[in-house]
């Protein structure tokens, strides 16, 4: 029931428009996501990780997990509007991908997450 919200099938997509502002529930839905995974790091290294969004008001923008002065994950995000996984094994697999990358980030520069 919680990650219901983000499996947003292509028809649905389809369906959402691009105009105006991104919703802000999508927002605090796309913010939830990377803080999902900036805690699965912390929680695998040891160093604090946050999460910055900046989203333009076209739905583009992008998502820095960082600790200290090392990026751990770095996306941009297009058509915002529409965030969302075809399915929750999907969501499970990139999110997965986006972990595992940020661990070996912070494993092999454990003195830049640390400034």
């Given at each position: 029931?919680?990650?219901?919200?983000f499996?947003?099938?292509?028809?649905?997509k389809r369906?959402?428009?691009l105009?105006?502002?991104?919703?802000?529930a999508v927002r605090s839905r796309?913010?939830?996501y990377?803080?999902?995974?900036?805690a699965l790091?912390?929680?695998?290294?040891?160093?604090?990780?946050?999460?910055v969004?900046?989203?333009n008001?076209?739905g583009?923008g992008?998502?820095?997990?960082f600790?200290?002065r090392?990026?751990?994950?770095?996306?941009t995000?297009?058509?915002?509007h529409?965030f969302?996984?075809?399915?929750?094994?999907?969501?499970?697999?990139?999110?997965?991908a986006?972990?595992?990358k940020?661990?070996?980030?912070?494993?092999t520069?454990?003195e830049?997450?640390r400034l």
């Amino acid at each position: 029931m919680l990650l219901k919200p983000f499996v947003v099938t292509k028809a649905q997509k389809r369906q959402i428009s691009l105009e105006g502002e991104v919703d802000p529930a999508v927002r605090s839905r796309i913010l939830i996501y990377y803080r999902a995974i900036a805690a699965l790091i912390e929680k695998e290294t040891g160093l604090l990780a946050q999460v910055v969004l900046d989203l333009n008001s076209e739905g583009f923008g992008w998502v820095l997990v960082f600790s200290g002065r090392l990026l751990l994950v770095v996306n941009t995000l297009r058509d915002a509007h529409r965030f969302g996984f075809d399915s929750l094994e999907q969501l499970s697999e990139k999110a997965t991908a986006l972990i595992d990358k940020g661990i070996q980030l912070a494993r092999t520069y454990p003195e830049v997450g640390r400034l």
